[in-house]
């Protein structure tokens, strides 16, 4: 195949023409007709220019790299505006590219040291830890967020988090239902409530006691 032209494009690209036209439906190909979208950056690095030739190889290896480099790009800028864990920004990155690409990405963005999944686990853990969240509701938030099972169980089992489920529980009945645990209707729904949080049974009962009693927790802090 030759390339009979180059013609710039949106969003940093350029629309390759080539004599005979490429196979249509290659992985990872972006068309416009029958030419190709490959990214300018990538089009400069491998000389693809007017008269250059090009095997069905060539093509489908410049398609590949065009594709793992905008992946790459958009991870950054991704990362430039929010933390990811590893399979986060795989996830995110996988709405637009294939498998491949996503995968390229999320490991340049590893090397460079962009992400790391126990410093990501870390900092969410103390930020609902900050929310007075129980253990099982920060388990389940970077289970969402994709860490494994592994660094989420290493992680709540260390003091790194501070407080105890009792010790949340308590602040979390102080700062939004200490008016309604004098009446039985609404101390019932106090503790469905904290259940719903995770919370275990045991630990509700004796923040409410505790609470009850007149006993805060500037008492034991």
């Given at each position: 195949?030759?390339?009979?032209?180059?013609?710039?494009?949106?969003?940093?690209?350029?629309?390759?023409?080539?004599?005979?036209?490429?196979?249509?439906?290659?992985?990872?190909?972006?068309?416009?007709?029958?030419?190709?979208?490959?990214?300018?950056?990538?089009?400069?690095?491998?000389?693809?220019?007017?008269?250059?030739?090009?095997?069905?190889?060539?093509?489908?290896?410049?398609?590949?790299?065009?594709?793992?480099?905008?992946?790459?790009?958009?991870?950054?800028?991704?990362?430039?505006?929010?933390?990811?864990?590893?399979?986060?920004?795989?996830?995110?990155?996988?709405?637009?590219?294939?498998?491949?690409?996503?995968?390229?990405?999320?490991?340049?963005?590893?090397?460079?040291?962009?992400?790391?999944?126990?410093?990501?686990?870390?900092?969410?853990?103390?930020?609902?830890?900050?929310?007075?969240?129980?253990?099982?509701?920060?388990?389940?938030?970077?289970?969402q967020n994709g860490i494994s099972k592994e660094i989420s169980d290493s992680l709540l089992n260390t003091e790194e988090t501070n407080n105890t489920d009792f010790e949340c529980?308590?602040?979390?009945?102080?700062?939004?239902?200490?008016?309604?645990?004098?009446?039985?209707?609404?101390?019932?729904?106090?503790?469905?409530?904290?259940?719903?949080?995770?919370?275990?049974?045991?630990?509700?009962?004796?923040?409410?006691?505790?609470?009850?009693?007149?006993?805060?927790?500037?008492?034991?802090?």
């Open positions: 195949m030759t390339v009979v032209d180059v013609a710039p494009r949106r969003k940093h690209r350029v629309a390759v023409t080539l004599s005979p036209p490429p196979e249509a439906g290659i992985l990872g190909a972006e068309y416009e007709g029958e030419k190709i979208l490959i990214d300018k950056v990538i089009a400069a690095r491998c000389d693809i220019a007017k008269g250059a030739v090009l095997s069905d190889a060539d093509v489908k290896q410049l398609i590949f790299v065009s594709e793992c480099y905008r992946a790459k790009e958009r991870a950054v800028w991704l990362l430039s505006g929010q933390d990811y864990s590893e399979k986060g920004l795989y996830n995110k990155l996988l709405k637009v590219y294939t498998k491949e690409a996503a995968a390229f990405a999320v490991a340049q963005m590893q090397k460079k040291g962009f992400i790391n999944d126990e410093k990501f686990a870390a900092a969410l853990a103390l930020k609902c830890k900050a929310k007075n969240m129980s253990k099982r509701q920060i388990a389940e938030k970077l289970f529980a308590l602040k979390l009945i102080k700062s939004k239902y200490i008016n309604k645990l004098s009446n039985p209707n609404d101390r019932q729904k106090t503790f469905t409530a904290l259940m719903r949080r995770g919370f275990s049974s045991e630990d509700i009962k004796k923040a409410m006691e505790y609470c009850q009693k007149g006993c805060f927790e500037e008492e034991i802090f």
